[in-house]
């Protein structure tokens, strides 16, 4: 096993992956192989951690509270993925050099409370046999991707293994792309190109064109908000807390469910313009107005408001994709991302592919839509040749492209 890391692009790898781009601190450990069909995947362990909770208060992700909790945490979820991949050793006799050691404490210089922790675990458990660290190392927010990469830099340094740095958003494709075989074991599916990506989620709102695999052309994005965040403000005018997207896809169920009627008219953004752009900011610019104007919205009025919302954001997201696929021919979509687990979106954007004939609709299941560090293990096993032992420029990039 140890030999395959001298080849290029080894057959099987097993690969531990680490997370911390936004609010989950996420540990993933997978073994992959290549294989005619597409990527084969065996699930060895997943450790998550959402923070949500804790941000609830600021209204939204705090990055500086974020980067302390991922460093809070990495270690103990770090342990509980080994643990649950029947990976963790214990050793008397440490197999960490000193130097290894002295820079790893440089390497973490601003997360002294990390060096500690992973210091203590290094001196007391063997090396366990990753062929690759993966790590976010962009897009999302800079201080809470600095947190991952260095944990990885120290691994990587104290084990000699390489790093093999994901697009954040690679990896909420490589999610959707993911085809459950059984509760262990998926295949990346390679889609029929020209393939569309939709990626939806709290910090972005993307259409992509796949004409070559793994080959990324923008084709529209959102001119302000992301379609995560006019769920959440929204929710927040509502006196929903962080994050409130889930809890307005549920009001929005209720009142459907209650049949309710339908008393307000929220905006569809740039619905009917002549391009792939989305703009959500004014939609939660129009929920402030109409919670000011009805003033203390009973419990029932927020149902409705909360459905009409979900209705806007899915009418502009269907009539958009639906465009753009029809603009570039594309014979598949994937659809991914935080606000791909909502399952009215979801239904609309299943009935508005269902039109086209021999086309393949790739959406993560809702587990794998919000951040996760499976997706980064996922996306890590699409480029095992882009592992590397050379990190010392290896750094985070909070607007990082994947184009
Ligand atoms: O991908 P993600 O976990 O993190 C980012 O990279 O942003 O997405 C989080 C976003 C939040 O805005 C959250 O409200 C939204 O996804 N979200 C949902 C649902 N589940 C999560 N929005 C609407 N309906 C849902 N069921
Ligand atoms: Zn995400």
């Known amino acids: 096993m140890r030999l395959e890391v001298q080849v ?7 690969i531990l992956a680490i997370e911390t781009s936004c609010d989950e601190t ?12 597409g990527v084969a995947v065996t699930l060895r362990a997943d450790a998550l951690l959402s923070q949500a909770l804790l941000h609830a208060e600021y209204g939204g992700v705090y990055p500086t509270l974020a980067k302390r909790e991922h460093a809070k945490n990495l270690t103990p ?22 130097e290894a050691i002295a820079e790893s404490k440089d390497i973490l210089e601003r997360e002294p409370e990390l060096f500690v922790q992973l210091a203590v675990l290094l001196a007391q458990i063997k090396k366990p046999a990753f062929d690759a660290i993966a790590v976010t190392n962009g897009p999302g927010l800079e201080p809470a991707l600095w947190v991952g990469v260095n944990f990885a830099k120290v691994l990587s340094r104290a084990w000699n293994i390489p790093i093999l740095p994901v697009n954040h958003m690679e990896g909420h494709i490589a999610a959707a792309l993911a085809h459950t ?44 908000d992301a379609v995560g965040e006019a769920f959440d403000k929204s929710a927040r005018l509502l006196g929903i807390p962080y994050p409130g997207g889930p809890e307005i896809s549920r009001l929005a169920a209720v009142a459907r469910a209650e049949n309710l009627n339908q008393p307000y008219s929220l905006p569809r953004p740039m619905l009917d313009t002549d391009d792939s752009d989305f703009s959500f900011s004014g939609l939660k610019t129009a ?12 419990d029932e009025q927020k149902k409705q408001i909360a459905r009409e919302l979900e209705d806007a954001i899915t009418d502009v997201l269907v009539t958009k994709t639906k465009r753009a696929i029809g603009e570039h021919g594309a014979q598949s979509l994937i659809v991914s991302g935080g606000v791909s687990a909502n399952t009215y979106i979801r239904a609309a954007l299943e009935e508005m592919v269902s039109e086209y004939e021999d086309f393949k609709l790739y959406i993560s299941t809702p587990e794998l839509a919000t951040d996760n560090g499976t997706m980064i293990a996922l996306a890590a096993a699409l480029r095992p040749e882009r592992a590397t032992s050379d990190t010392n420029d290896l750094g985070a990039h909070g607007n990082m492209p994947l184009y």
């Open 8 to 14: 290029l692009s080894p057959p099987h790898m097993r």
């Open 26 to 37: 996420g540990i993933a450990i997978i073994d992959t192989e290549q294989t005619r069909d």
């Open 77 to 98: 979820l770090f342990v509980e993925a080994l643990k649950k991949a029947k990976m963790f050793e214990p050793t008397e006799s440490p197999e960490v050099d000193k």
């Open 181 to 224: 075989q059984d509760a262990e074991k998926v295949i990346i599916e390679r889609p029929r190109l020209p393939a569309l990506a939709l990626l939806i989620s709290g910090g972005h709102t993307e259409l992509v064109l796949i004409k070559d695999w793994l080959t990324y052309e923008k084709v529209g994005a959102t001119r302000d």
């Open 287 to 298: 929920v402030r107005n109409l919670v000011q104007e009805i003033s203390d919205p009973t």
